[in-house]
């Protein structure tokens, strides 16, 4: 058969439609032969078996067409002809021809479940990508006329801009989420903001405020500003090493105009609207009062053009050192904070005596970090610093109002199985531990077991090992459903160890060409969030020792997984054994060649 025999079977199906006057969606079975050739490797039509007919409709479709469920009818009646084209033309026996039918007829349903589930999930999706690229252009969902005018404008750009568009954004979103935390109880961060040294200070300067004078600028006079340092005890100036800053009343004067609790305006100090806010006895109220004054002061925003101190630049930076703090797991010791802080600064600013703006950064930046200590945020753990749970609750909140994806454990818990799993990508162990058990709480077992099963049949490497391991956790009270799943192609490993783990009559040890695919399918999910050489070395924890590993990568490269090349690729450029690496180097060039082959066997 010629090399490409879909172009030949295409033009013959399509003949042979016309001659019996037949309706025959020719686009719709052009994709199912590319299918059968590019993505299973049939070497022609005749190759179709029931089996391969199964996969190709619970396997190999699903994970590369998009289609609604409108779709499936046209679908499986381009199958059909296809399997009466086979008959007719003697390509397959009348008999194999009509098993291949009647598999039709057993998969069709579970094949229309099957894209209906993800149809709905990418519709869902869909709609918000596009939402975000409108709210990201600035326009408001509720706003309905403005919603459709931006439809018709992105619908009428080029198909590679509005790609290009749509690949950017989702880079954003997922540049802009952070691990999971848990919250204290909104109580516990009320009292710790009514006892932080930052309340306490504002509320001072507003009391002793009141109402007076101010200069043009809307600042206290020089003896008033005097006067109130002494009120607050700010008279002598903060200081470690060489550095010294006498500017913390200034700080804390425009932070508490920023935030409302004083008002100047036309010469005039008043005290503001806000200011019975952080003293109300109502949690929520007061934390939507604090929640401004700390923006204020941790975000200044000091003008670069104005030239910068370096108390200035380090106050301007400090918003990076709390969120690296929340994203930690563990406490980070100040010098670490320290270093990164100094490579920024040398990266992002111009700085004409290098050395010297050195040295005063690490003083101011101690400076701020005991600050941040008196205001309740930040406390050391050991050699470490960790965010209070005030702290945690208020970078959560500047967080979110940047747009950032900021989960909290607990908030899968009612979510679908495949919104958990996509979830859990972002947390840490413990987190996700606690996540799972949440999730596992609020659901049948039964039914979790089947929604995860699904998610294994239609998610990538990734979503397939994740959702495994939650599968895991749940009783042999599943076993039911884990059976049925064991004759889809993906999901039959996974559940053969499930059933032998749970003691089930119908578990079994997996066969040697199925623990390869399992290694393959667990390396491509880690690559998917984890850097290479990082996969590898969580992969090789379990994998076996020295030379059974060299003869694995004998036969991985034989695997029929997708992932495969990609899998011995990193194996061979990180796996720690030279010999080995080499070895994975060799095979992954004999698995992509192996792909190529199959594409172009006849």
Same mark, same amino acid.
């Given at each position: 058969m010629a090399e490409n025999w879909v172009e030949t079977t295409a033009g013959d199906l399509r003949r042979w439609?016309?001659? @019996?006057?037949?309706?025959?969606?020719?686009q719709g079975a052009r994709i199912l032969l590319e299918l059968l050739r590019e993505e299973m490797g049939l070497a022609g039509p005749a190759a179709l078996t029931p089996e391969a007919l199964r996969e190709l409709l619970l396997s190999v479709f699903p994970e590369s067409v998009v289609a609604g469920? $409108?779709?499936?009818?046209?679908?499986? $009646? =381009?199958?059909? &002809?296809?399997?009466?084209?086979? @008959?007719d033309t003697g390509a397959v026996p009348a008999p194999v021809a009509a098993d291949l039918d009647a598999e039709i007829d057993r998969t069709g349903p579970a094949f229309a479940d099957l894209v209906a589930e993800m149809d709905t999930e990418e519709r869902q999706a869909a709609a918000e990508v596009i939402g975000g690229l409108m709210q990201a252009d600035g326009v408001s969902l509720d706003d309905q006329e403005a919603v459709e005018a931006w439809i018709r404008d992105f619908e009428a750009l080029p198909e590679e801009e509005r790609y290009a568009r749509t690949e950017g954004y989702l880079q954003q979103v997922e540049d802009l989420v952070v691990p999971p935390v848990r919250l204290a109880p909104v109580e516990d961060v009320a009292d710790a903001a009514r006892r932080s040294r930052l309340t306490e200070n504002v509320l001072a300067l507003a009391r002793? !405020?009141?109402?007076?004078?101010? !200069?043009?600028?809307? !600042?206290?006079?020089?003896?008033?500003?005097?006067?109130?340092?002494?009120?607050?005890?700010?008279? $002598? *100036? &903060?200081?470690?090493?060489?550095? +010294?800053d006498a500017g913390e009343l200034e700080r804390l004067w425009w932070a508490a105009v920023e935030a409302k609790v004083i008002t100047a305006e036309d010469g005039t100090a008043k005290l503001g609207p806000s200011l019975d806010g952080l003293q109300s006895s109502d949690d929520s109220t007061l934390l939507a009062a604090w929640l401004p004054l700390f923006e204020a002061m941790v975000v200044p925003g000091h003008d670069y053009a104005d030239g910068l101190d370096a108390v200035e630049l380090v106050q301007n930076e400090m918003t990076g050192v709390l969120i690296h703090l929340y994203e930690q797991e563990e406490p980070t010791e100040p010098e670490t904070l320290l270093g990164a802080l100094l490579d920024h600064v040398e990266e992002s600013y111009d700085l004409t005596d290098a050395e010297t703006m050195s040295t005063l950064v690490s003083d101011a930046f101690?400076?701020?970090?005991?600050? %941040?200590?008196e205001w309740g945020v930040v406390e050391k753990s050991g050699k470490g610093r960790e965010l209070t749970p005030l702290g945690v609750w208020a970078v959560r909140e500047l967080l979110l109002a940047d747009g950032f994806s900021a989960p909290?454990?607990?908030?899968?818990?009612?979510? &679908?199985?495949? +919104?958990l799993i996509d979830g859990l990508t972002w947390y840490r162990p413990d987190a996700a531990d606690e996540e799972i058990d949440g999730w596992l709480a609020r659901h049948d077992p039964k039914d979790a077991a089947a929604d995860l099963l699904d998610v294994m049949r239609t998610g990538g490497p990734g979503a397939r090992n994740l959702a495994a391991a939650v599968l895991h956790r749940i009783g042999p009270e599943?076993?039911?459903?884990? @059976?049925?799943?064991?004759?889809?192609?993906l999901v039959s490993p996974y559940a053969a160890l499930w059933?032998?783990?749970?003691?089930?009559p119908s578990g079994r040890e997996?066969? @040697? +060409?199925?623990?390869?695919?399992? %290694?393959?399918? !667990?390396? =491509?999910?880690?690559?998917?969030?984890?850097? *290479?050489?990082?996969?590898?070395?969580?992969?090789l924890i379990d994998a076996p020792p020295g030379a059974e590993m060299a003869a694995m990568i004998d036969d991985l490269w034989r695997t029929d997984h997708p992932g495969v090349a990609a899998v011995l690729e990193a194996l061979g450029a990180h796996h720690p054994d030279k010999a080995t690496a080499k070895a994975a180097r060799t095979a992954a060039y004999k698995a992509r060649s192996a792909h190529q082959g199959a594409h172009r066997s006849v």
């Open positions: 439609a016309d001659e @019996r006057g037949e309706a025959l969606d020719e469920g $409108d779709d499936v009818p046209t679908v499986l $009646d =381009a199958l059909r &002809r296809i399997v009466a084209y086979l @008959r002793w !405020t009141g109402e007076r004078a101010l !200069t043009e600028h809307d !600042t206290l006079t020089e003896p008033d500003a005097e006067a109130a340092a002494v009120a607050l005890g700010l008279e $002598d *100036p &903060r200081s470690h090493g060489q550095m +010294e101690f400076l701020e970090l005991a600050t %941040f200590a909290v454990v607990g908030d899968l818990a009612g979510a &679908r199985a495949s +919104e599943a076993a039911a459903v884990v @059976r049925a799943a064991q004759e889809h192609p059933l032998n783990a749970a003691g089930d997996l066969a @040697r +060409e199925e623990y390869l695919w399992v %290694f393959v399918d !667990t390396v =491509a999910g880690m690559l998917e969030t984890a850097e *290479p050489e990082e996969a590898v070395e969580a992969a």
